[in-house]
């Protein structure tokens, strides 16, 4: 691939980009092929509690690393899971993405549920989508050159882990706004969700 030619400069070339990596990404699509029987036990109707137990989610008021602690948080109702979603498939996403930790994908802290939606709550980040940046920045080849690596070293980590994302779009990269000049660091939010928490390619994630 290019990255320096002509194609740099075009506003289009790096949501084309994204979208090619969608498309790479369901040629080894990962999602079950079989669908699983959802469980329709609801038994716990009371607060939320924990999906898995390896990380506990810190007290920002009460820690000093509290710019870590996970402030971002995506909720999806349960009568919008996609066909074939049970606890055991939620869980089992929820541990793969604790697993995760690379400086380019937003980490998952924790994940709750109440007897209607299912939460997740990811680390801190003050930032903003690179579709917003869109509008706003002027942007050299440098940071485009930047950015898709950036990108690019999620998804290929986030493989590894056997973790796919099956929904690109600007708004799942973020850039913190501490980085919104020089380094830019991005962060990729999303990964796993198609197939388990989002029906399709095509709906938002929040």
Sequence with gaps: MELWGPQAADPQWLPRQLRALAAYER???LVPDEPLVVSD???DQG???RLAADVTLRDASNDAESQHVC???EDRPKHELPPGTGPKEVRTLVKQLQKLDH????RLHEALEDHAHLYFMYEQS???TLQSM????????EDIVQISRECAAATAYAASMNLLHLSWSLSHVLIPTACAKQPILVKVFGFGLMGVIIND?????S
Excluded: G, K
């Design 47 to 49: 607060s939320a509690h």
């Design 134 to 141: 869109l509008e706003t920045h002027q942007w050299t080849q």
């Design 27 to 29: 040629q080894v699509n």
């Design 103 to 106: 400086a380019n994908v937003l």
């Design 71 to 73: 402030a971002r948080t």
């Design 126 to 128: 003050s930032c903003v």
């Design 201 to 205: 390619t095509t709906a938002p994630v």
């Design 41 to 43: 036990d609801d038994s």
